[in-house]
């Protein structure tokens, strides 16, 4: 299967019945749009996050005056609520969960993934960063389009 990275949802498959574990998401944004991301809850005891990013096309993403195609955010620095102006040509950005439990970022692997929660204009993120055994609750964020 070929998988369209930053175009479409990608989903992890490694998990036995379930087919709602999103791997890697991806947002329909209009150009110059506004998304306000919240970090909502760390359950563990190392740093949680997520990266953002414009991974088709041309464009940027600007936090406070920062502007790049890819960014991290970790709970423990940024600040609880985060303003994000998209500007992604394609009309498409790029969110998944990424943790640091061994100093540097790690992220999707066989076993993480995240149930989203869709409303009318957000979505919240019930994350796992590592192993089978889990409630999808080691990390909560929330993206809301503004």
Known sequence: MKYKIGEERLYNRNFPGRKDVVLWDVLP????????????RNNTT????????????AGELEINGVK?????LWDDTAPSAVLCVCNAKAGKISI?????????SES???S???IVEEEETKRIYHC??????TNFDKFLFSVEIL
């Open 29 to 40: 944004i209009k150009e110059g749009q506004k998304i306000k991301i919240k970090f909502l």
């Open 96 to 104: 998944y969960n990424v943790w640091d439990e061994r100093g540097y």
């Open 68 to 72: 790049n195609r890819v960014m991290e």
């Open 112 to 114: 993480s993934g995240m």
């Open 46 to 57: 190392y740093r949680q996050g997520i990266r953002i990013a414009v991974d088709v096309g």
């Open 128 to 133: 796992n960063d590592f192993g089978f055994k």
């Open 108 to 110: 999707q692997l066989d």
